[in-house]
């Protein structure tokens, strides 16, 4: 079982927004920041958010990040087929280091 | 460009040993942490372990410690995992993560995250 909660799967249509959530506690996501991988199958993982809410070079607007204590959403507007992935998000955890949360498998309808 | 190659990934048989390796090119090796990940097959990412930038601090996770040794060549810009003792559920593709600091302590302060991923190399443990 996972440190971070994240919702097994999602879906939504072509166009649509979609969010997934990272639930964490005090000492992950509650004083920690949070990163978020895009994982498609057969492929490396890659960095999609940063600091909460950054977006490195190379990734749409259309990708965003918040957190609100201890839960940490990624959004993503204007859904597109190739959004189709598994995601994660990731913290620093004291007592484990890095901590990964289950992944969200991102289904465009 | 940042570039990162893991190699080394095999068949094992259980308990038996082997050494991945990363080589990673276009930045300063020795200025970055390295860590690696693995994924199961139909698992989520699971961090393995990780290795500051000056080889001195390292961190493991329960599911290996005792098991795998991380380390690093600075002059060849390359980092190891030493995976010993191995167990079928160590089989999973091996990522190697360069972080964006110098410290092993990731996502605490603003600016410290993992940026670069490797392919991966394939582990597959049987008997």
């Known amino acids: 079982q996972s440190v971070l909660t994240q919702p097994p799967s999602v879906s939504a249509a072509p166009g649509q927004t979609v969010t997934i959530s990272c639930s964490g506690t005090s000492s992950t996501i509650g004083e920690n920041y949070v990163s978020w991988f895009q994982k498609v199958p057969g492929r490396a993982p890659k960095l999609l958010i940063y600091?909460?809410?950054k977006r490195p070079s190379g990734i749409p607007d259309r990708f965003s990040g918040s957190k609100s204590v201890t839960t940490a959403t990624l959004a993503i507007t204007g859904l597109q087929t190739g959004d189709e992935a598994d995601y994660y998000c990731?913290?620093?955890?004291?007592?484990?280091?890095?901590?990964f949360g289950g992944g969200t498998k991102l289904t465009v309808l | 460009d940042v570039q990162l190659l893991e190699s080394g990934g095999t068949l094992a048989q259980p308990g038996g040993s082997l050494r991945l390796s990363c080589s990673g090119s276009?930045?300063?090796?020795?200025?970055?942490?390295f860590h690696w990940v693995r994924q199961a097959p139909g698992k989520g990412l699971e961090w393995v372990a990780g290795?500051?930038?000056?080889?001195?601090?390292?961190y493991y996770a329960d599911s290996v410690r005792g098991r795998f040794t991380i380390s690093r060549d600075n002059s060849k810009n390359t980092v190891f995992l030493q995976l010993n003792d191995l167990r079928a559920e160590d089989t999973a593709v091996y990522y190697c993560?360069?972080?964006?600091?110098?410290?092993?302590?990731?996502?605490?302060?603003?600016?410290?995250?993992?940026?670069?991923w490797g392919q991966g190399t394939l582990v597959t443990v049987y008997s």
């Open positions: 600091d909460h809410n």
């Open positions: 276009g930045f300063t090796f020795s200025n970055f942490a």
């Open positions: 990731a913290t620093w955890d004291s007592s484990s280091a890095v901590v």
């Open positions: 290795l500051s930038g000056s080889g001195e601090t390292r």
């Open positions: 993560v360069k972080s964006t600091g110098v410290t092993l302590v990731l996502m605490v302060y603003a600016g410290d995250y993992f940026d670069y």
